[in-house]
C-alpha cells in the first residue's frame, strides 16, 4: 500500500481507478473538500478512521497532509506505446514529456501537473537516477497523477529512438541550443525532453534530439527551475496547436 496525501490529492484519487483501501482524517477537521471526500468515502464503502493530529504526522511522509492521509494500492505505469496508442484514440498528434534524471520530487510532480493541464498524452522517466512516484510527487502534483499516463523505462536514449521511428519530433530544452522556443515549429507530433536540475541533458540524449531549444535569459542567473522551464515549454505547444 502507497500513501495519497492532501485534500485535492485524495480527491483526485477517488474519482479515478486505484482502489482506496483506508482513508485517515484528522479529528475535527472541517470544510467543503473534507465534506466532499467523506460523500465519496461513503459512495465507495471506504472505512474512515479520525484520529488526532500528532496521529497523523507521524504518518506523513509529505509533512503537508492538510487534515487527509489515503492508503491506496501503486499507481499503473504504462509503456511508451501505451502513451502513443492514447494519442491515437484521441485522434490527436503525440505530445510527450520526457524527463532525463530529473531528481527532485517537487520538480517532478509540479511537471507532471503542468503537463496534465496542458494536454500532454503522456511522461516517460528513467527508473534509475530519477525520482519515482512517491507521496511528495503525487502531492505536488495536485493529483494530476490520476489522469495522465506515467512510463518508467530502463533507458531514454533507446526510448526516443523508438519514439522518433514512430514519427515524433525530439526537442530538447538546452541553453545551448540554436533556435528559441517559441519560434521552433512545435505543432506536430512532439517530445519534449526536460533535462537534469544540475546537469541539463546528458551527451547522449542531447545527441538523440533531433534539435535543441532554449529560453532567452536576460538576467545574471544561468537557468531556470527545471518545472518553470518545462512549464513554459510545454504551454508553447499547447499555444501552437491551439
Known sequence: MVKVEGRNPVIELMKGQRKVSKLFLQQGIKGDKIELIQKKAREKN????????????????????????ALTEKIELYTPQD??????????????????QIQDPHNFGAIIRTAYAAGAHGLIFPKDRSAGVTPVVEKTSAGAVEHIMLSRVSNINYT?????????????????????YFNQDLKGPIGIVIGNE?????????????????????GKLASLNASVASGIVIYEVLRQRR
Open 83 to 100: 502513451i502513443l496508442e492514447e494519442a491515437k484514440k484521441k485522434n490527436e498528434l503525440p505530445f510527450v514529456i520526457i524527463l532525463d
Open 160 to 180: 526516443i529512438r523508438d519514439l522518433k521511428e514512430a514519427g515524433l519530433w525530439i526537442a530538447g530544452t538546452d541553453i545551448n541550443g540554436k533556435s528559441l
Open 198 to 218: 544540475g546537469q541539463g541533458l546528458r551527451r547522449l540524449v542531447t545527441e538523440n534530439c533531433d534539435f535543441l531549444i532554449k529560453i532567452p535569459m536576460k
Open 46 to 69: 471506504i472505512r474512515i478512521d479520525w484520529v488526532d493530529k500528532s496521529s497523523l504526522n507521524n504518518l506523513s511522509k509529505t509533512d503537508s497532509h492538510q487534515g487527509v492521509v
